[in-house]
């Protein structure tokens, strides 16, 4: 059975920092590159970052490259966002992805930014 369990999220002032973690279980995690995406209210699922198989050189869109670093640990099976320096335009729900091959989402952790 796979799973893919997000958790670390939560509210936080502006200008904070948060770090999400996704534990997966079920496949073989370190093959495939996995991806952090996230929805926010009344808007389209958006992808926030992407990470290869090794860990090496994400991938980041305009809107959080410089603020927020992703990463992976391969022998926990985990996958990582460190979120700073964040804006209420971050609030949302933030799900981990397996995009490769069969898809697989989480169900997400709520982010919420707010003074």
């Known amino acids: 059975q796979v799973q893919l369990v997000e958790s670390g999220g939560g509210s936080v002032l502006p200008g904070g920092s948060l770090k999400l973690s996704c534990v997966v279980s079920?496949?073989?995690?370190?093959?495939?590159?996995m991806n952090w995406v996230r929805q926010a209210p009344g808007k389209r699922l958006e992808w926030v970052s992407g990470?290869?198989?090794?860990?090496?050189?994400?991938s980041y869109s305009n809107s959080v490259r410089g603020r927020f670093i992703m990463s992976r640990d391969n022998a926990k099976s985990t996958l990582y966002l460190q979120m700073n320096d964040v804006t209420p335009e971050d609030t949302g729900v933030y799900y981990c992805?397996?995009?490769?091959?069969?898809?697989?989402r989480g169900q997400g952790t709520q982010v919420t930014v707010s003074s």
């Open positions: 079920g496949f073989d995690f370190s093959r495939y590159g």
């Open positions: 992805e397996k995009n490769i091959g069969t898809y697989y």
């Open positions: 990470i290869n198989s090794e860990g090496v050189n994400p």
